[in-house]
């Protein structure tokens, strides 16, 4: 069965007659993706792990007129990835737009990682993405093309306490460089958005005092909401980013531009007793 979605037309929404795939969109930004990519006119397929999760956000979207379908996905299983685009292909038969959400965190060192932690980490981190893009290849190819976003970190442009995570971001970026390259010719684009801390419950479960010190840390003072990044992956996702590919674009506040420079004010500002500019 095909579900039918509408084609473009002059002052149509951005995404009009186009479906994408979210993953990790159970929650946090993820649902923040699946919910304005709806919005923005798209079907949406909205993947997670957590079959339940999934599901609130398929109602949460059709219930303001959206399409939505759900779908339980672990990333990091390839036979997951085959079933996804026989899933997509019967209820669609198209995808236009994949988003690498998914994601986890351990906040584990070199020296308290374990292997099978390590593995898992990049396993979801980065092979769920490189098992993307390979499943789902030709069917983005075969309307002559469409967009990935890959949802990297600033852990992955600098360093992060956990150490497998940081690794993970930042093949992450490797890997979009790489697929930007070798499906350009098909007519996929690939990017990936760099956030910094974003306030969401994942970022809320973090040790004492994470939050205090990520908001001294970003110029800006404060995390970013989920929708903030979320407008950043519809515009990679968008015709407006035609001629964007291989492209990392930082979502921090201005924590990589300037993180040392801005820590080192606060630092002198407090030594001069004055409280710092937090």
């Not at 929404?13 to 994408?20: K, L, S, Y």
């Not at 958005?193 to 908001?215: E, K, Q, Y």
């Amino acid at each position: 069965m095909n579900v039918a979605v509408r084609g473009g037309a002059p002052g149509a929404r951005r995404f009009d007659g186009r479906v994408a795939l979210v993953t990790g969109a159970g929650g946090g930004l993820g649902a923040a993706l699946a919910r304005r990519f709806a919005e923005e006119g798209a079907a949406v397929v909205v993947a997670d792990l957590r079959p339940e999760a999934a599901e609130d956000v398929t109602a949460a979207i059709r219930a303001i007129g959206g399409v939505a379908l759900p779908l339980r996905l672990d990333v990091a299983e390839e036979q997951g990835w085959a079933s996804a685009v026989e899933r997509v292909e019967q209820v669609f038969g198209r995808l236009d737009v994949l988003v690498n959400n998914a994601g986890m965190i351990m906040r584990r060192g070199v020296a308290t990682q374990t292997l099978d932690g390590w593995r898992r980490m990049l396993d979801v981190n980065l092979t769920g993405a490189f098992l993307s893009l390979r499943a789902f290849a030709p069917l983005l190819a075969a309307r002559g093309g469409g967009a990935v976003v890959n949802i990297a970190s600033t852990a992955g442009l600098t360093a992060h306490g956990d150490a497998a995570y940081t690794a993970s971001k930042w093949g992450l970026r490797g890997l979009t460089r790489a697929a930007a390259l070798e499906f350009v010719a098909r007519g996929i684009r690939v990017n990936a958005v760099c956030p910094a801390t974003i306030d969401t419950p994942l970022t809320a479960a973090g040790p004492p005092g994470h939050l205090a010190a990520n908001r001294a840390a970003i110029p800006m003072g404060r995390p970013a909401a989920p929708e903030e990044v979320a407008e950043v992956v519809l515009f990679l996702a968008s015709d407006q980013a035609s001629f964007v590919t291989g492209a990392e674009i930082a979502v921090d506040g201005g924590l990589i531009a300037g993180g040392i420079a801005w820590m080192r004010s606060q630092l002198q500002a407090r030594s001069a007793g004055d409280g710092g500019p937090v």
